[in-house]
């Protein structure tokens, strides 16, 4: 159950989700594309893109966004691509319905130069071959930079990364994170890229959010994050990074993720935080802003500044 969601993503902004498995990153990119399974309950709250509720969007209005506007690179590319279309059959389509309109027919030989342009983008080799292949022909890699390429197809303003490096190695990451930043910063895209990575977070995003069993407890520009963490939760999920000197093992965060269904009441973190009072038993904390430069935190610890 998601509850005390607030996130804001400017124009151009590249924007940081971070936040252990489980904890509702994924679950809220898709309600802000309405893409959540059907026996999902959204209660309250908005999603606004330029000035307009998606949430209270109809089906028409809706279909824009998801062609035009807002996409969405999943984690798994496996599971995004369909195993019995080639290449180039899903890639047709997505610019067909995305660039093409009513009033501009594209033509096959049009559609054609694009596939091969926009797969020379995310640097596949030998695009024409690329193109007459069945997923299951191609590396995760390669199946990742379709996915990306499909996506930066469609996107014109948001693009929702959701843990785009899954299953690849540590080169082909760095590779996947690399290409979409320079392609994001080429088109001028904003970004919200959800990781549980931090490295990777690190070195891509100008601002982070960090997400606990449903609830956004920190908010601050990257390097300050990184530098000064406030929140126990964030603070503890820092220290549990391996260190490259190999001196010395993180205890890790003691205790567990708390059942989603029947959270407790107060902060969700205070069975788990060694500095709970008992207004975090209680009362859920809201955001404070530690230095008056858009540094917030959710912990009662900071109410008093």
Not at 59 to 72: G, W
Not at 182 to 187: H, Y
Not at 209 to 214: I, L, P, S
Request: overall charge positive; glycine content about 8%; some cysteine.
């Amino acid at each position: 159950m998601l509850n005390g969601v607030n996130l804001r993503v400017g124009e151009g902004e590249k924007v940081g989700l971070i936040g252990e498995s489980g904890c509702g990153k994924t679950t809220t990119m898709k309600a802000v594309l309405r893409i959540l399974a059907s026996n999902a309950i959204i209660k309250g709250g908005c999603v606004n893109f330029k000035g307009k509720d998606v949430l209270k969007m109809g089906d028409r209005e809706l279909a824009e966004v998801r062609r035009k506007h807002i996409t969405m690179i999943f984690q798994d590319p496996t599971a995004a691509l369909n195993p019995v279309f080639k290449v180039k059959d899903m890639l047709s389509d997505v610019i067909r319905f995305s660039i093409g309109s009513s009033s501009e027919k594209l033509t096959k030989e049009k559609i054609h130069e694009m596939c091969l342009k926009v797969l020379e983008e995310v640097a596949l080799p030998d695009p024409e071959r690329v193109l007459d292949s069945y997923p299951f022909q191609l590396s995760g890699g390669m199946r990742q930079r379709i996915c990306i390429a499909m996506s930066l197809t469609a996107a014109r303003d948001l693009l929702i990364a959701d843990e785009p490096t899954t299953n690849l190695d540590v080169t082909i990451q760095d590779q996947v994170l690399r290409l979409i930043k320079n392609l994001v910063e080429e088109r001028k895209l904003s970004v919200i890229l959800i990781s549980h990575a931090l490295g990777a977070v690190r070195g891509t995003v100008d601002r982070v959010y960090v997400m606990y069993a449903g609830n956004m407890v920190e908010a601050a520009e990257t390097n300050k994050l990184f530098s000064e963490p406030l929140h126990p939760y964030t603070q503890g999920l820092l220290q549990s990074v391996p260190k490259l000197t190999g001196t010395g093992f993180s205890e890790g965060i003691r205790g567990h993720i708390p059942d989603y269904v029947n959270p407790p009441p107060g902060c969700r973190f205070h069975p788990r935080c060694d500095y709970a009072k008992e207004v975090c038993r209680k009362e859920t904390p809201p955001f404070f802003d530690v230095d008056g430069k858009g540094h917030e935190v959710a912990c009662w610890l900071y109410g008093k500044r």
